[in-house]
């Protein structure tokens, strides 16, 4: 017989790391490929065996950045966080926890495979990751459907939420600059 799962984390993503005009479309499709579709189909067959049993949890990495508007990877991680919140509801009543994690800036691979240029990013603004993972299955444990890691980022998320959105628009559009242009969007 095999193990029942108890607890599925929906990790796997990457930085997309260029515009989305001048970008490599296959890479936009790429993307929702990991961090959308694998999220929903995984959700899917691990939710209906846990509330067969009655029993377990799904995580769902997503990021702070599916707060603000920062090109594609935040309408992906957006989707994300919403779908969790949704799925949260629906599993709420067989008892099953669902909980989306909204890291910010983590140090582990991501921004080095995405090519991401982070040297201008203030030490204090870096989460660790093993904190995070701390936290995160804490607020999971306690049934928190939506799970923001340090104090500086639970305050951009509680400001991005009552600012208005076209403040929040800008601010994420200046950021949003420290991406380095992708090298098709380059002059000969
Ligand atoms: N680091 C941050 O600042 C940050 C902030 C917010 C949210 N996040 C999210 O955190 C999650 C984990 O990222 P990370 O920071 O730990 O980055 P990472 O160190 O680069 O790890 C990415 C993980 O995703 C897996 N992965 C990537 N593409 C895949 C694919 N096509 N198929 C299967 N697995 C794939 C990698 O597997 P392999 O090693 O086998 O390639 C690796 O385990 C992602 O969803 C990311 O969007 C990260």
Aim: hydrophobic residues 45%; proline residues 4%.
């Amino acid at each position: 017989m095999r193990a029942p799962i108890d607890l599925l984390v929906n990790n796997a993503g990457f930085g997309i790391g260029q515009g989305f005009v001048g970008g490599d479309l296959g890479e936009e499709e790429r993307a929702l490929a990991v961090m959308c579709r694998a999220v929903l189909v995984l959700s899917h067959a691990a939710g209906r065996a846990m509330r067969a049993r009655g029993q377990g949890g799904i995580i769902n990495v997503s990021s702070v950045a599916g707060f603000v508007q920062m090109g594609t990877y935040s309408a992906i991680k957006a989707w994300v966080t919403t779908f969790t919140e949704g799925l949260s509801t629906e599993l709420r009543a067989d008892g099953l926890r669902v909980t989306a994690l909204c890291p910010g800036f983590t140090h582990t691979d991501f921004h080095r495979r995405a090519e991401l240029d982070m040297a201008k990013l203030p030490e204090a603004l870096w989460l660790d990751a093993d904190d995070l993972v701390r936290t995160c299955l804490r607020d999971h444990a306690r049934g928190r459907v939506i799970s923001v890691p340090g104090v500086a980022y639970q305050a951009v998320t509680a400001a991005v939420h009552v600012l208005p959105r076209g403040v929040v628009r800008r601010v994420s559009g200046s950021l949003a600059s420290v991406r380095r242009p992708p090298a098709i969007d380059r002059p000969e």
